[in-house]
């Protein structure tokens, strides 16, 4: 019996020489490694609750120093006047600019937002926001005042002028003598603050700071701020300090006691030992030189097993498509066999691509036939469109013929030439045309006007995507509505394109109408949002708002593309 066509290639090599060999030096190796490992994994644990216990102090320090402000700021007899609305237009300048001051000044605290009554008009420059109480009575952190006036309510999410920001806030309610909740204050600190607060001490550990929800709110590892901790941080120990292994990690974990916040430093397992896995390799290293000394008796044993290979590499180099009539050995039972079957399988998968690209290219040249044919079908529409202008024009109905035309020059933007990328000038061009005809059509109940920044007209974005968006605004927004407005803006921004669409309609009730619609049908809307990710690799964003001033506001920002080929 032939052993090399019964046995594995690697039973052969590795159990018959190499196993006394393997088994002495692992001993060595394991032993070594592990009483090295042992002592570094110490030594790094107690360095490291020291580098967490000064960083806590220095947190707590710091979260009080604006807890204390959040006291000082809440005193203030310009805040009370404005909160009683005994203030003049100059009492509310000099308190947002004071309080603006204290974020400057400060340096840790990131804005300030005030919930009261009648609150003032807000200047989006400013750190200083103020909003209605009720918008805090509909929030999920106004549980956490229920019990006691002020505390830290966790990471979320506020509007600045660059866009939303996620921040950690402190609030602080204010009360009257009788006490009746006033306003509420709430000081909002940024993360990256924070993690300026745990690199001030060089350390090659990974640090979270961790909230009582188990939300992360500051990393060294630019882990997102608000995802969920994942690292289990229990153990058996009491002490507010402590240290484990867990998931080849060693974790320090310090408890903030007074906020009920953790403190977690995290180093890999491979950091701790790097050195005893160097003194392993060079052990490893010197065991291979010996199996290789050994080895080199068996030049007879790995010609016989490399002869298989060499017979495949034979087969592979004479195959052609169409030539299945190779003999293939079919009496391995071992790796080699496994070889050899794959070999075949291949060749058969290899023949069913051939045909079926052939298939494909016969498809493809009848699709082009279609195509061809298709093109007919445009010019005809075109013609009849034009017949049917000229017929109004006739009859004197100039509202029919100008219909019609543009009718006519929004079918040839529409179609482009079966072009799905066109400029943001010939969309541009489309949209005016729109609503020039649903002007026409509703009697010109409404008014439309452009704001372009011309640099952005020579970008590219796929066609039809503001249409859905305006007839959205002119079906639902602006019915039954009369002196209605759609304003279209069109900007650019750093590397996107912002395009906005306003209108003066019924605002909340339009704006739920367009939600409701996207959810259960609203095809058009839909297909855009879905062809924007198509193009732009989910880069671009859609914003739907309610406007302040009445209507809703849709806002698009995309990547700016100026070479049609960058959206293929």
Same mark, same amino acid.
């Given at each position: 019996m032939n052993i090399i066509k019964k046995f594995s290639f690697r039973a052969l090599l590795f159990i018959s020489l190499s196993l006394y060999l393997i088994i002495i030096f692992s001993t060595v190796i394991l032993v070594n490694h592990r009483v090295s490992v042992n002592e570094i994994i110490d030594l790094t644990a107690r360095q490291q609750e020291t580098n967490l216990e000064l960083i806590k102090r220095n947190i707590e320090e710091k979260l009080t120093s604006i807890e204390n402000n959040s006291v000082v700021l809440a005193r203030q007899s310009s805040l009370h006047e404005v909160i009683h609305g005994n203030h003049s237009h100059f009492q509310r300048n000099a308190l947002t600019l004071d309080f603006s001051n204290s974020v400057y000044s400060n340096g840790d605290i990131h804005s300030i937002e005030i919930f009261m009554e009648n609150p003032p008009t807000n200047n989006i420059q400013n750190p200083v926001r103020y909003y209605n109480i009720n918008e805090a009575y509909e929030t999920n952190w106004i549980g956490s005042l229920d019990k006691q006036i002020a505390t830290w309510i966790g990471i979320r999410p506020i509007e600045m002028m660059a866009g939303n920001e996620v921040v950690i806030s402190y609030a602080r309610i204010l009360k009257n003598s009788r006490g009746h909740v006033q306003a509420i204050l709430v000081l909002n600190l940024d993360p990256l603050i924070v993690e300026n607060w745990l690199r001030s001490y060089p350390d090659d550990s990974i640090l979270y700071l961790i909230n009582e929800n188990q939300h992360i709110l500051a990393s060294t590892d630019y882990?997102?701020?608000?995802?969920?901790?994942?690292?289990?941080t229990e153990s058996e120990s009491n002490s507010a300090t402590t240290h484990f292994i867990q998931d080849e990690q060693l974790i320090v974990s310090s408890e903030i006691k007074p906020y009920n916040?953790?403190?977690?430093?995290?180093?890999?397992?491979?950091?701790?030992?790097?050195?005893?896995?160097?003194?392993a390799r060079n052990i490893v290293?010197?065991?291979?030189?010996?199996?290789?000394?050994?080895?080199?008796?068996?030049?007879?044993? %790995?010609? #016989? !097993? /490399?002869?298989? %290979?060499? #017979? !495949? /590499?034979?087969?592979?180099?004479?195959?052609?498509?169409?030539?299945?009539?190779?003999?293939?050995p079919n009496d391995y039972t071992n790796e080699f066999g496994k070889l050899f079957h794959g070999y075949q399988n291949l060749i058969n998968r290899n023949e069913r691509l051939f045909n079926s690209l052939i298939k494909q290219y016969k498809s493809q040249k009848r699709a082009e036939l279609r195509a061809l044919q298709a093109n007919i079908n445009p010019h005809f529409l075109y013609n009849t469109l034009d017949q049917l202008n000229w017929r109004a024009i006739e009859r004197g109905d100039d509202d029919m013929s100008l219909m019609i035309e543009l009718l006519g020059d929004m079918l040839r933007v529409g179609l482009s030439n079966g072009e799905a990328i066109i400029s943001i000038e010939d969309e541009v061009n489309y949209v005016e045309k729109y609503l020039k005809l649903q002007s026409i059509r509703n009697k010109e109940s409404f008014a439309y006007h452009f704001n372009i920044d011309k640099q952005a007209l020579h970008a590219y974005i796929p066609k039809l995507t503001l249409q859905p968006f305006i007839e959205n605004a002119i079906i639902h927004g602006l019915a039954n509505k009369k002196n209605g407005l759609i304003t279209?803006?069109?900007?650019?921004?750093?590397?996107?394109?912002?395009?906005?669409?306003?209108?003066?309609?019924?605002?909340?009730?339009?704006?739920?109408?367009?939600?409701?619609?996207?959810?259960?049908?609203?095809?058009?809307?839909?297909?855009?949002?879905?062809?924007l990710n198509h193009y732009y690799n989910y880069k671009a964003k859609i914003f739907l708002s309610n406007r302040s001033e009445g209507g809703v506001e849709v806002k698009i920002t995309i990547p700016k593309v100026t070479d049609k080929s960058d959206l293929f």
């Open positions: 882990k997102s701020i608000g995802e969920n901790n994942d690292i289990q916040w953790k403190l977690i430093g995290i180093t890999p397992y491979s950091e701790l030992t790097k050195s005893s896995n160097q003194v290293l010197f065991s291979f030189i010996l199996l290789l000394v050994f080895l080199i008796g068996m030049s007879f044993i %790995i010609n #016989q !097993l /490399t002869k298989p %290979i060499h #017979q !495949l /590499t034979r087969l592979m180099n004479d195959y052609k498509l169409n030539r299945t009539n190779q003999i293939i279209i803006t069109i900007h650019e921004q750093e590397d996107h394109i912002v395009l906005s669409i306003k209108d003066n309609g019924s605002g909340a009730q339009s704006f739920q109408k367009s939600r409701k619609k996207m959810k259960t049908g609203g095809y058009g809307i839909r297909n855009v949002k879905e062809r």
